[in-house]
């Protein structure tokens, strides 16, 4: 699946929710199935500044696709961090570095997206873009 | 409703008119508001003062001959005037106007950098707010003077004898909050600085999480330094106050150069303006001064007592529900504090509870509040902070605690 169509899946499930409250529901849920980071790469070099919970993310070429493993002490912060992993995961590094993102707002998280919010999902989509750039250049 | 079984004759709902920003709603639910702590809201009375100064006196003050300058400045000074009043300083220019408490404890700070010998001591406690730390180990940084901490207990209370232990002749200045932002502990500041002045070491009072709860008397206290932001007592962001003793501030030399700070210039010798306007650099909160004598006003109208009376059945009420809750963990349970709880729940992470409070409409805060070292202490991240204010009502208690439940059964 393209990022595109992750994005699409991913917005289709959350329209089912009529209110917020299911929708964070959901978000916890979906936290419970992150993709577990080996212990031994949750060290400081891997934790996204910017967050008022702490997020490790790691990254690793499989092929020509990158994959992401992640955790988080927030349970919250864990759910947002899935649905990111679950759209950029197995992509190639070109396609996490062209795709937009603007399918967080259609699934009412609109407000953690805000570059002043303290969860640092803003720094998440960053530093996941940043190794994509920097295992696109390796594949150069 | 469990509420009305609070024996109270303050009318908190004719209070609650004062303030606009209670009326509206957030994430779809009426606004419940406990980051008091962080920043109080502000009545109309004083709003009303901020739009009559730029609708009718707004001009530069102390060097203007026309009237409206001299009408601010009648203003601005007669707010001073009621600082000094309410602080009951002796004289009117022990009252520095600064832009917050963090400011004014960087003055002085600064000021001590010309005091301060290598190898003297300045005592600091374990509960302090960042402004209150990094200011003094920056001052360190500068004179090689050496830094001590006061120790605390488990209940978040510091340990007077190992104060004594550590206070000697080189202790040269003892600062230290009034009461703590991040778990609302009232320390023994009267015994402190008693004890500090028998060694002749200075004594700064950070009083920001006081001042909204507690009148101080500086003169009863016998205080050096006693530092105060308007935005926690009902006032405007970006205005506060440094009392300081006149012997003090008078050693002290300015801590910015600038307009309004100097009797004379010339490019061979300056020499500054007396007291207040020395440490008044530059064109000053002129409002914000105004406004901050406007919120006193209003709060003394209202009477400290009786504000810190009803707090205190606010806290104790809370307290008590809070309790209730299955692994509930309340951090700082001094035999004498503030209208500030911090707690965790067991398992829960504390940004996890405070977004889905504020989902339900309820502010609080989440995190170290600028306090990394007791969080350390007590060995977590953060906490959730809940603070009330003499606005809030049991029946806003009540939704909270219902929020904090329901938070915590969707997150378990």
Redesign the interface.
Known sequence: MTIKEKQEQIIDEFSMFDD??QR??YM?ELGKTLPVIDEKYKIDENLIKGC???VWVHAELDGDKLVFTADS?????KGIVAILIRVFSNQHPSEIIEADTAFIDEIGLKDHLSPTR??GLVSMIKQLKMYAVAYQTQLN | MSQQTQATTFDVERIREDFPILKRSV?GYPLVYFDNAATSQTPKQVMDVIVDYYSNYNANIHRGVHSLSQEATDKYEQARKTVQQHLNAEKAHEIIFTSGTTHGINLVANGFASILKEGEEILVSAMEHHSNIVPWQMLCEKTGAKLKVIPMNDRGELIYSEFEEILSPNTKLVFLNHVSNALGTVNPIKKIIDKAHSVNAAVLIDGAQAAPHIKADVQELGVDFYVISAHKMCGPTGVGVLYGREEWLEKLPPYQGGGEMIATVSFEKTTYAGLPHKFEAGTPNICGGIAFAAALDYMNAIGFSEIAGYEQELLEYAAKKLKEIEGMKIYGEASEKTAVISFNIEG??P??IG??LD?MGIAVR??HHCAQPIMDFFKI??TVRASFSFYNTFGEIDRFIEAVKKAKM??Q
Do not use: R
Request: hydrophobic share 40%; no cysteine.
């Open positions: 917020w409250m964070y529901e916890i008022q919970s702490k002490d927030a349970i919250i912060t303290a969860n | 994430n829960l992470h940004y996890d977004t889905l989902k989440t995190g991240p953060g969707m997150l």
